[in-house]
C-alpha cells in the first residue's frame, strides 16, 4: 500500500512564504511524475505544479515565478515552495504520484489527504 502524507500548509500573510512537503512510502519501485494541485471553495481541482522522474517541471501560469517545485527521487519527496503567496492562493493542495510502479510491477496514481493553505490578513 502506497500512502502519500503532506505536511507545511497554515496560514499566511499575503506576501508570505510557505513549503509543502510531500512524502510517498510503501513498496514503490519507482514514480513517474508527481505533482500538486490545488481546490478552492466552489471550484474544480487544478493543477498547480507538477515535476517528472527526469526534473522536467509544468507550473500553471497563475503560480509561474512565484511557485517551485522540486523533487528527490530517491527519498519519494516532493516539495512546493511558495513565494509572494496571494488571497486568491487558498486553497486544499494535495499532492499527486502518478505512474507510481510497486510490488505487482503495475503503475498506479496516488492522491495525498490534502493540506489547508489560507492567505489572509
Known amino acids: 500500500q502506497v500512502q502519500l502524507v503532506e505536511s507545511g500548509g497554515g496560514l499566511v500573510q499575503p506576501g508570505g512564504s510557505l513549503r509543502l512537503s510531500c512524502a510517498a512510502s510503501g513498496s514503490i519501485f519507482s514514480i513517474n511524475a508527481m505533482g500538486w494541485y490545488r481546490q478552492a471553495p466552489g471550484k474544480q481541482r487544478e493543477m498547480v505544479a507538477a515535476?517528472?522522474?527526469?526534473?522536467?517541471?509544468t507550473y500553471a501560469n497563475s503560480v509561474k515565478g512565484r511557485f517551485t517545485i522540486s523533487r528527490d527521487n530517491a527519498k519519494n519527496t516532493v516539495l512546493l515552495q511558495m513565494n509572494s503567496l496571494k488571497p486568491e492562493d487558498t486553497a486544499v493542495y494535495y499532492c499527486?504520484?502518478?505512474?507510481?510502479?510497486?510490488?505487482?510491477?503495475?503503475?498506479?496514481?496516488?492522491w495525498g489527504q490534502g493540506t489547508q493553505v489560507t492567505v489572509s490578513t
Open positions: 515535476i517528472t522522474s527526469g526534473g522536467r517541471t
Open positions: 499527486n504520484a502518478d505512474g507510481v510502479v510497486v510490488a505487482d510491477l503495475h503503475e498506479y496514481d496516488y
